[in-house]
C-alpha cells in the first residue's frame, strides 16, 4: 500500500504540451478514477506513474519516494491494460505467473500466490486452459490475476473494461470493488465512461485537456461541480444549460422570468443556469414552457427531450408517466436550491443561496 502524489506534472511530445501542470494527491488504500474525455492525458498520466513515459517537469511520489527517475519494475505497481496481453501460447496460471518466473520467485511459492488469485477472480477451473479458448471477462480477468500476483502497492488500470459487453462491465465493476475492498491497496484506475467512475470510485479526477478540472467524492462532483465542464461531463442524461444575466441579485432568464438567488460576491454580468434532468418536475404552475419532442419511458421513470420556448433543447427525467405528444407544451418548474450558477466568461461555478 502507498500513497501517490503527482505534483506539478507536465508531458510534451516535442513542441506539443499534453499535460500542463497536474496536481493530484492519490490517498493510500483508495481507489481513485482518472475520468475525462478521449485524448484528455488519462493514458499518458498513467504511464508516467508506471514509468513507461518520461515526465518531461514535476514529480511523482509513490510512498515516500520521488520516482521520477526509477525504472518501471522497481517502482512496485502492476499495470492492467484494456487488451489484455496475454501470452498465447501459455495457460491461465502461466499467464498469472510469469512475472514471478522472472524474477525468479522459487515454483512452489508462486503456485501458490496463482491459486489464491485464481480463487479470487473465479478462475480456478480455467488454470490449464490457453486464452483463446476463455471469454472477454475471463481474459480480462486473468489480466488483472497477472497484477494481484505480484502483490503491488498500486495497481494502474488502463480501461480494463472496454472491451466487455454491458453486463460483464458491470459485473466487473462490483468485482473490482470487491477486490479492493480485499486486498486494500491503491488503485488508479482511468476511464472515459462517468457512470464507471461515479459507481467505482472513492476519489473522482476529472481531466479535460491535459488538466485536473476536480478532484473529489462521486457525489461531490455531482452536487457540486466546479465549472462547466465537469457540471456536463458528470451526470447522464447531461445538466441543462440555460443562458441567463445576473443584476441586482437577481438571475434573468432569457424567457423573460426571474429567479431570485443570493449571488455570492454580487457577481453581475452573463452566467449560465444549470439544472439537472430529474430536478425539473412538471408543475402548471411552473416558470418554464418547453415543446415536447420526443418522449422515451422505460418503466421506472420517463425521459422527456423537448425545446424551451427560446429553441434550447432540454431534458427532463421524471418517475411520473407521462402521455404527450409531440410538439405539445408542457410547464415545468424546479426548485431554486437545485439550481447551479456558473460565470459564462470563466466557466467557473459561482455560489448561490436561495433568498
Ligand atoms: P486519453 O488516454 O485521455 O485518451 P492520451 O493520454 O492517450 O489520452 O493522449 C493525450 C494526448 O497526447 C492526445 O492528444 C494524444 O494524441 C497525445 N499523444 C499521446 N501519445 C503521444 C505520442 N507518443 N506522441 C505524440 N502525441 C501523443
Ligand atoms: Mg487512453
Known amino acids: 500500500m502507498a500513497q501517490v502524489k503527482i505534483s506539478q506534472v507536465r508531458k510534451a511530445y516535442g513542441s506539443l504540451e499534453v499535460l500542463h501542470g497536474v496536481d493530484i494527491d492519490i490517498p493510500d488504500g483508495s481507489f481513485s478514477i482518472l475520468v475525462g474525455p478521449s485524448g484528455c492525458g488519462k493514458s499518458t498520466l498513467l504511464r508516467m506513474i508506471a514509468g513507461l513515459e518520461v515526465i518531461t517537469s514535476g514529480d511523482i511520489i509513490i510512498g515516500d519516494k520521488v520516482v521520477n527517475d526509477l525504472s518501471s519494475p522497481k517502482r512496485d505497481i502492476a499495470m492492467v491494460f484494456q487488451n489484455y496481453a496475454l501470452y498465447p501460447h501459455l495457460t491461465v496460471a502461466q499467464n498469472m505467473g510469469f512475472s514471478l518466473k522472472v524474477a525468479r520467485v522459487p515454483k512452489a511459492i508462486i503456485a501458490e500466490k496463482v491459486k489464491d488469485a485464481a480463487e479470487m477472480l473465479g478462475l480456478t477451473d480455467y488454470l490449464n486452459r490457453r486464452p483463446q479458448k476463455l471469454s472477454g471477462g475471463q481474459r480480462q480477468r486473468v489480466a488483472m490475476g497477472r497484477a494481484i500476483v505480484r502483490d503491488p502497492s498500486v495497481f494502474l488500470f488502463d480501461e480494463p473494461l472496454s472491451n466487455l459487453d454491458a453486463k460483464m462491465r458491470g459485473q466487473m465493476r462490483t468485482e473490482l470493488r470487491a477486490m479492493h475492498r480485499r486486498l486494500g491497496s491503491t488503485m488508479i484506475y482511468v476511464t ?164
Open 192 to 355: 472515459h465512461d462517468q457512470i464507471e467512475a461515479m459507481t467505482m470510485a472513492d476519489q473522482i479526477i476529472v481531466m479535460n485537456d491535459g488538466y485536473a478540472q476536480q478532484v473529489g467524492a462521486p457525489l461531490e462532483l455531482y452536487d457540486r461541480p466546479a465549472n462547466l465542464f465537469v457540471a456536463g461531463f458528470i451526470g447522464a442524461p447531461a445538466m441543462n444549460f440555460l443562458s441567463a444575466k445576473a443584476a441586482g441579485g437577481q438571475v434573468h432568464l432569457a424567457d423573460g422570468t426571474r429567479v431570485q438567488i443570493q449571488i455570492a460576491d454580487d457577481f453581475e454580468g452573463d452566467v449560465i443556469v444549470g439544472i439537472r434532468p430529474e430536478h425539473l418536475v412538471l408543475d402548471a404552475n411552473g416558470p418554464l414552457e418547453i415543446t415536447v419532442d420526443e418522449i422515451e419511458p422505460t418503466g421506472s421513470e420517463t425521459h422527456i427531450s423537448a425545446t424551451t420556448q427560446q429553441g434550447v433543447p432540454i431534458k427532463m427525467v421524471t418517475s411520473e408517466r407521462v402521455t404527450a405528444d409531440s410538439g405539445e407544451t408542457l410547464t415545468i418548474g424546479y426548485e431554486v436550491k437545485k439550481l447551479h450558477l456558473f460565470d459564462a466568461k470563466s466557466t467557473n461555478r459561482i455560489s448561490i443561496s436561495e433568498q
